[in-house]
């Protein structure tokens, strides 16, 4: 079992900035990728940004030059920082784990999923 704790996220003015972090706790082998998703109630879920294990990244086309994503391998750790937030940016953000894990061996794969946070961008 792989738990997943978000915090940051908040009410913020647009131009402004926000950080999000995660953390994988539980029986982790390894972790494949970590990443950001967010939602608007009515919408389809979709990827903020990736990174892999060796912090490969990939971003969705409207928050490149704004976000960057970073992930602490000791920790089991990722972290979103938001920069020059709009208004479309708001939403809530899913923290995402991908990875091998379980009590037993050999490991299997797992796919978890945070509880959400919630970020609005408004003046």
């Known amino acids: 079992q792989v738990q997943l704790v978000e915090s940051g996220g908040g009410l913020v003015q647009p131009g402004e900035s926000l950080s999000l972090s995660c953390a994988a706790s539980?029986?982790?082998?390894?972790?494949?990728?970590m990443g950001w998703y967010r939602q608007v109630l009515g919408e389809e879920r979709e990827l903020v940004a990736i990174i892999t294990s060796g912090h490969s990244t990939n971003f969705a086309d409207s928050v490149k030059g704004r976000f960057t994503i970073s992930r602490d391998n000791a920790k089991n750790t990722v972290s979103l920082q938001m920069n020059d937030l709009k208004p479309e940016d708001t939403a809530v953000y899913y923290c995402n784990v991908r990875g091998y894990g379980g009590d037993g061996w050999p490991p299997r794969v797992f796919d978890a999923w945070g509880q959400g946070t919630q970020v609005t961008v408004s003046s």
């Open positions: 539980g029986s982790i082998y390894n972790i494949v990728a």
